[in-house]
């Protein structure tokens, strides 16, 4: 069984169709699930992603509990570098690349 690296693009295309997936929003460690990074590199991808305005990080506070959490947005530039990418890959196979 051979085991294909993600390319730096891909990691970023799962990391960002996870949160899409979610309907646009996502707890961290959800996302640290679901797109199968660890805690240091997702946090890396996250600020470069934050960077470039593809999400944001929202602070949600709970009345009952006194306490906030953190969920990750994705921005409508996000969701643009995902129309984008998928037009790309479809691209890319349709020649066989």
């Known amino acids: 069984m051979t085991t294909k ?3 730096r693009l891909e990691l970023i295309y799962d990391i960002l169709l996870s949160i899409q997936n979610k309907g646009g929003t996502i707890k961290p460690t959800h996302l640290m699930y679901k797109s199968n990074l660890s805690h240091k590199l ?3 991808y996250l600020d470069e992603l934050i960077g470039k305005e593809l999400v944001l990080i929202q602070e949600i506070e709970h009345r009952k509990k006194k ?3 953190k969920i990750i947005v994705l921005t409508d530039k996000g969701s643009g570098f995902l129309a984008e ?3 790309m890959r479809e691209f890319t196979n349709a020649f066989g690349l």
């Open 67 to 69: 306490t906030a959490s």
């Open 42 to 44: 997702l946090n890396n």
């Open 5 to 7: 690296r993600r390319s």
């Open 85 to 87: 990418f998928r037009r």
